[in-house]
């Protein structure tokens, strides 16, 4: 599926001159603009860049392409402007998010909101999945922002963005460098999201399909709580990876090969069909682009759309 993100690697790697200075404009890693190149590369089967040369020379087809993509950000932008101008002047728009979206990226879907519509009043919510949905329903938020894991036909979705998840341990908790089978790791402590939560329901489905029944579970539905209790060694836990990657860098937490490997994570804009409105249509857009599970805590890389006659790049 061909998206914004990887248009955008493109635009930047010819624009600034290379996949490092593209990463620094997006306030991304180089291997994560790499991976958008060849995402892109692969959707349509040809090579973008000449990988014979020293810089990042376009193929011909990769000269269409980056005509295309400059032409389609464009008219994203154009399209997000006009939608800024609608006459929605003063309003409030009530936000559920999870704690994971409320770790990563939900700074920067703020700043874009209040770029496009300084006059509205932002009202967010961090909850559980399963207890933003319930408020969802019963008209006390706007929009969620949640896993994929409720099918409600009149609860309108669209994807937002996805992430991997790992199982981890404190170092030495398993034998380092051992790759295990799933059923291995259920027979140890697994420190696992309760039916309330997004994360815990697909990962508690997905082992049950298996024919999985872990022996030795500690319910944990705060993420933050995961963390300290997964370094402490009590037990394993499945977290999200590329967030992760500064505590496994540090010592603090190592993964643990495991097959198969614990299911992708897709994340939704939900809100009631019978509620659309072209300000909810606009936050869904940007909450797309704004969407970034790899760094926590991060507050470096603002939201703020690029300037006049330039793609806007979160």
Known sequence: MLTFKQLEALYWVVQAGGFSQAAHKLHT????????????????????????QRTARLTEKGEEMFVLAK????????????IGKS?????????GVTELTAMTWLHRLVEAIQRYYPKVTIEPDVDSSGNLKDKLLADELDLVLVPDVFAEAHLPSHVVGRF??????????????????????????????????GAGTALNGWMKALGVKPSDVIIVNNLVAMMGLTMSGLGIGCMPRECMAPMVANGSLME????????????????KGDQRSTLISSVVMLSQECCDFSRMFDISSPASPGEAGKPYVP
């Open 29 to 52: 890693s180089t291997s994560a603009v790499s991976k958008r190149v060849h995402e892109l590369e692969a959707g349509f089967d040809l090579e973008l860049f000449d990988r014979t």
């Open 71 to 82: 032409k389609l950000l464009e008219q994203r932008d154009a399209a997000i402007d006009q």
């Open 87 to 95: 006459e929605v002047i003063e309003r409030r728009v009530r936000i």
């Open 164 to 197: 991997s998840s790992v199982w981890m341990c404190k170092p030495g908790f398993v034998e380092p460098g051992k790759r295990f089978r799933l059923h291995e790791l259920a027979s140890r402590r697994l420190l696992l999201q309760g039916s309330k939560t």
């Open 256 to 271: 643990i090969p495991c097959t198969p490997a614990p299911p992708e994570m897709t994340y939704v804009a939900m809100y």
